[in-house]
């Protein structure tokens, strides 16, 4: 059996999807309470992907001597 790999574009498309579902307002209480927890799956999904991302990302930076380095990403 295949597995779909899951892209962070597809899971925030999907919880955009759900906020939409959700932002009508005209879906009953019972089906609004389990969409809402599939937008936090797919918050939380996508929160990995970033969590992620940020941890791959480094900068380049030109030291003193002229010559680019690599130095760890930070969020300040």
């Known amino acids: 059996m295949k597995t779909k790999t899951i892209t962070f574009?597809?899971?925030l498309q999907k919880l955009e999807e759900?906020?939409?579902?959700?932002?009508?307002?005209?879906?009953?209480?019972d089906?609004?309470?389990t969409t809402f927890e599939s937008g936090v799956r797919?918050?939380?999904?996508?929160?990995k992907f970033l969590e992620n991302a940020e941890q791959r990302?480094?900068?380049?930076?030109?030291n003193e001597n002229g010559e680019?380095?690599?130095?760890?990403?930070?969020l300040e």
């Open 9 to 11: 574009e597809s899971a």
């Open 18 to 29: 759900t906020v939409d579902k959700l932002e009508e307002g005209s879906i009953p209480l």
């Open 31 to 33: 089906e609004a309470l």
């Open 42 to 47: 797919w918050s939380r999904e996508c929160s």
């Open 57 to 62: 990302i480094e900068t380049i930076i030109k």
């Open 68 to 74: 680019y380095e690599q130095k760890e990403f930070l």
